[in-house]
Structure formats: structure tokens, C-alpha cells
């Protein structure tokens, strides 16, 4: 096997714009599922609560499974135009769409018929989600293999993201609310109310379709298998594959961290704001400051990172949430201290987020480098299944937490001592543990070193 030569066709901005469209539009449809869907289940369908959440959970559950089963799938999968991945965010686009309106709508059926109606659907939607989420995480590798344009694309996605969080918190409320009338009275649910969920959905599955075919349209994949060997690789071999690469292991690792803190702080920033500072409007400018400092660090990252490399950035993205929760550590009652914290948070989430996608792109060349085949798509959906479980792991670690300590939902803002210390735990120095050894595993996920080792075997082969 040859090393191919750097493409010299430089990515533009309109396919940058293109990555950033796809995580803008489906950070805001899946903003508004979170804020409405369980409400719609229990409030307009009538479900009752305890099958309202598990429809959620066997939803989770699938969307974590299906991921390395699609993705082994497209890795084994070639479209008659030689593309391996990028037609994927052409046909799943429409199909998404509709399963978005589709589970706002009320078909009028019994209450069982409902239910697995709700369970199918919400199965449908989220492997045509992760067929979906191939094109737009593998394509960073595919669409070139020069390291700057491969960081400038994980930038514009992380960019595209932070906005689509602050678009969606901000106007699909206002899309629900005002524009279509619905929600205003959260003791009495309506057939208005459901119109205007139904009519939300609607604008939702639009802005899905342009995110989509916006990425599509834009995109190109010009890496090519140096090899042509196109022999079916077993699932297993695949596994093989991705564990005898070190820089995997702890950048798998590091996700996981990565993904564990933000989820947390992300969901105990209102608790802090509702019960510490007994002023649930105060969650605004702490994540205020999260999601500008976020942008910007997207925005300015690139040349940083060429001066001093992956690894050391990935240690930065650590060290700097934890020098960060000190001043909150030993001042938990300061809104000073908790927006630093925020600042912190969104920085190092921010530059963790960018390298651990470019490392991505990378393992996919080193498993070529190796092995003689790529399967970008197995390694992306095995970042995103690992991403899932830390979501899954955060949510335990709070829901015992708060449980231990007594957590007491109709005791309001007046919670004991024992549960403000454990919010203020999991905004402080519970983080701070994880973020030193995310840390410590950045130390260890040298992906560039070891992408050089195995090229230059390749070079004295």
C-alpha cells in the first residue's frame, strides 16, 4: 500500500457552512423533542407516566444499540456511485423528517395501540437519526485528509451546535407559545395545545430537511480506499480492528469523560439556579456565559491547536474545567464563581469536543494504514455510542446522588442541606475528579504519533 498524496483541493466555506447547518438544525429539533415530547406523551396522548418513560428509555436504549450495527452495515455498503457514506444524508433526510411529525401527531387509537404505536416510531426515528449521523461525522475524514481543513470542519460543527442549543432553548418556545397558541395553561392540556406541537413539528421536520440536504449538497467525499480490496469484514474484525489502536482506546476514554461532565453540568446548572440561589432565572447568564465562550473558543481554536498539537489541546480541554471549579469549590454561593465555572465548562468542552472529532479522523486514516480498509463509519457511530452511555452514566450518577440525599421535589426551592450540598458536589469537585482524568487520558490518546508510526511503516514497506 502507497500513502496517498495531501488532497490539494482546500475545503471552502460553503461546505464548513454546510457541517455547521446539519448540527444547528438538528440541535434544535432535538431541543424541542426534549423540552416537548414527554409532555406531549403524558399531557395530549394520555399515556400514563410510567409508560410515557419507558417509551423514552427503550428509545435510548435502541439508539445506543443500533449505532455500531448501522455503522457496521455502511462499512460493508458501497452506492452505485462509489461513495461510501455521503448519499446517506440524501435518503434518510425526508424519511427523518416525517417520523419527527409523526411523533407529535394523535392518530385517535386506544391507549395500547398508542403506546406501541409511540414505541415504533420513536424506534424508526432514531435509527434514521443515526444513519444520519454517519454522513456527518465521518465525512470530517472523508471530505479531505489535510489535518487544518479536517479541524476548521469539526470548529463549524461545534459553532453549528452552540447555536442550535441557544436557537432552539430561545425560539421553540416562542413557536409553540405565541406563534401557534399552545401550552399557555400547564394544568389543562387541549386540542390546541396539541395543534400547536403538531404545527411545531412541522417546522421542525422543515428545518431537519434543510440541515440535511444543505450538508448533502455541499459535501464531497474525495479520501478514497488506497486499497481496492472490498472483502466483507466481520463485525468482530471490525472491534479487532479499532482496539489494537492505542490513541482509540483513550480518545473512547476521553469521550466518555468528556460526555459524563457536560451532561452534568448541563442538567444541574437549574438545580443550582432553583435551589442554591432559590432564583431558577439565574440558569440564564451562567449558561449565557457557557454558550458565548463557547462560540468564541470554536471560532478562534484552529490556530492553536496547529502550534501546539492535539494531545496538549486535549490536556487544556481538562485542566482548564478543573482550575476553573476551584474558585467555586471554596465559594459554592457565588453567582462570580459559578459563571466562571460556566466559562470553564464551555471552553474545555468546546476544544474537547473539536479534538476528539479530529482524532476521529485521524484513527480512521491509522486503521487504513494498518489493516488497508477504512471504516470511518464503525468509528464514528462508536464515538457516538460512547457519548450515549456517558449521557446514560451522568444521569445515574445524579439520580442516585440526589436520591441519597434526600431530594424532595415538593419541597421547592427549601431543600435540605443535605441535597443543596450534593447539587453543589455535582457542579464542584465531582466534575472536577472526572476532568482530571479525562486529563490524564489526553496524556495517553496521542492519536498524531501513533498516525505517524503507522504511515511511516507503510512508507518502508
Not at 417509551?55 to 452506492?79: E, R
Not at 400547564?186 to 434543510?210: N, V, W
Not at 501546539?308 to 476551584?326: C, D, E, F, P, W
Amino acid at each position: 500500500m502507497s500513502i496517498k498524496e495531501d488532497i490539494k483541493e482546500r475545503i471552502k466555506l460553503p461546505e464548513k457552512l454546510g457541517f455547521m447547518a446539519f448540527s444547528t438544525s438538528s440541535n434544535i429539533v432535538f431541543n424541542f423533542k426534549s423540552l416537548y415530547y414527554l409532555t406531549f406523551l403524558k399531557m395530549i396522548l394520555k399515556i400514563p407516566v410510567f409508560w410515557a418513560s419507558t417509551i423514552l428509555t427503550i428509545g435510548t436504549i435502541w439508539d445506543a444499540i443500533n449505532d455500531p450495527l448501522i455503522g457496521y452495515w455502511s462499512v460493508n455498503h458501497k452506492f452505485k456511485s462509489g461513495e461510501k457514506i455521503r448519499p446517506l444524508a440524501l435518503y434518510f433526510a425526508i424519511p427523518w423528517a416525517i417520523t419527527i411529525i409523526l411523533m407529535f401527531c394523535d392518530f385517535g387509537l386506544s391507549q395500547n395501540l398508542t403506546i406501541i404505536i409511540c414505541i415504533l416510531i420513536y424506534l424508526i426515528f432514531e435509527a434514521f437519526y443515526t444513519f444520519l449521523s454517519i454522513p456527518y461525522n465521518s465525512m470530517g475524514a472523508l471530505a479531505t485528509n489535510n489535518d487544518e481543513d479536517r479541524r476548521s470542519i469539526n470548529s463549524f460543527r461545534s459553532l453549528g451546535g452552540c447555536l442550535g442549543s441557544g436557537i432552539g432553548a430561545v425560539a421553540v418556545p416562542i413557536l409553540v407559545k405565541n406563534v401557534f397558541g399552545g401550552l399557555k395553561n400547564s394544568d389543562i392540556y387541549t386540542s390546541d395545545d396539541a395543534r400547536a406541537l403538531l404545527y411545531t413539528a412541522m417546522i421542525m421536520a422543515a428545518i431537519c430537511l434543510f440541515g440535511c440536504l444543505t450538508h448533502y449538497f455541499t459535501s464531497k467525499e474525495r479520501v478514497k480506499q488506497q486499497d481496492d480490496n472490498e472483502e466483507k469484514i466481520s463485525f468482530v474484525d471490525t472491534f479487532k480492528m479499532l482496539f489494537s489502536i492505542k490513541s482509540w482506546i483513550f480518545n473512547m476514554l476521553f469521550i466518555l469523560c468528556y460526555g459524563i461532565n457536560t451532561a452534568i453540568v448541563m442538567n444541574e446548572v437549574n438545580d443550582y439556579a432553583a435551589y442554591i440561589l432559590k432564583d431558577s432565572t439565574m440558569a440564564t447568564p451562567i449558561l449565557a456565559f457557557y454558550l458565548v465562550v463557547s462560540i468564541l473558543t470554536a471560532i478562534f481554536i484552529g490556530g492553536l491547536d496547529k502550534k501546539i498539537g492535539h494531545k496538549n489541546m486535549m490536556i487544556i480541554a481538562g485542566l482548564s474545567q478543573v482550575i476553573t471549579r476551584i474558585p467555586f469549590i471554596l465559594f459554592p454561593h457565588s453567582l462570580i464563581s459559578v459563571c466562571i465555572l460556566g466559562v470553564g465548562t464551555g471552553l474545555g468542552s468546546t476544544i474537547a469536543f473539536i479534538m476528539f472529532n479530529t482524532n476521529r479522523n485521524n484513527i480512521s486514516d491509522i486503521v487504513e494504514f494498518k489493516f488497508k480498509r477504512r471504516i470511518d463509519s464503525m468509528v464514528s457511530t462508536c464515538d457516538n455510542l460512547i457519548t450515549k452511555l456517558a449521557e446514560a452514566l451522568a444521569v445515574w450518577i445524579m439520580g442516585i446522588g440526589l436520591a441519597m440525599a434526600g431530594y424532595n421535589a415538593d419541597l421547592g426551592v427549601n431543600q435540605t442541606l443535605s441535597t443543596q450540598n450534593t447539587i453543589i458536589a455535582l457542579l464542584g469537585w465531582i466534575p472536577a475528579i472526572i476532568c482530571l482524568a479525562m486529563t490524564l487520558f489526553a496524556t495517553k490518546a496521542d492519536v498524531l504519533k501513533e498516525y505517524k508510526d503507522e504511515q511511516a511503516k507503510v512508507l518502508n514497506e
